[in-house]
Nanobody, 123 residues
Framework: VRVVVSGGGSVQAGESLKLSCAYS????????MGWYRQYPGKEREGVAA????????YYGDAVKGRFTMSRDNAKNTVYLQMNDLKPEDTAVYYC?????????????????WGQGTQVTVSS
């Protein structure tokens, strides 16, 4: 499975950004797709996850109500719509695919990771 992230950039607080994550390869094996972010010197933090079989979605507490994860099956792409961005959302964002998903937002289930993309939110 290959995962490629696009989007990201610099915005002002309160603005929006949309990240895209295209996946390819053995997509039938994908149990879930997830979005993560990482602050310098910190562990990766779960942002959102979507289960492949039913599109059930989980969100991290810090982004609930502001971020929305969606999927376009025709394009084999998941998205992360980020609204009302805050300076504390500034991080490197990653997309990942899990072939054996165990629930929640733990990164340990994800075995295919895309490259990170920087999101910077200025106050």
């Amino acid at each position: 499975v290959r995962v490629v992230v696009s989007g990201g950039g610099s915005v002002q607080a309160g603005e929006s950004l949309k990240l895209s994550c295209a996946y390819s390869g053995d997509i039938v094996s994908i149990d879930a797709m997830g979005w993560y972010r990482q602050y310098p010197g910190k562990e990766r933090e779960g942002v959102a996850a979507m289960i492949s079989r039913d599109d059930r979605t989980y969100y991290g507490d810090a982004v609930k109500g502001r971020f929305t994860m969606s999927r376009d099956n025709a394009k084999n792409t998941v998205y992360l719509q980020m609204n009302d961005l805050k300076p504390e959302d500034t991080a490197v964002y990653y997309c990942a695919a899990a072939t054996t998903y165990g629930g929640g937002l733990s990164p340990r289930f994800y075995n295919y990771w895309g490259q990170g993309t920087q999101v910077t939110v200025s106050s």
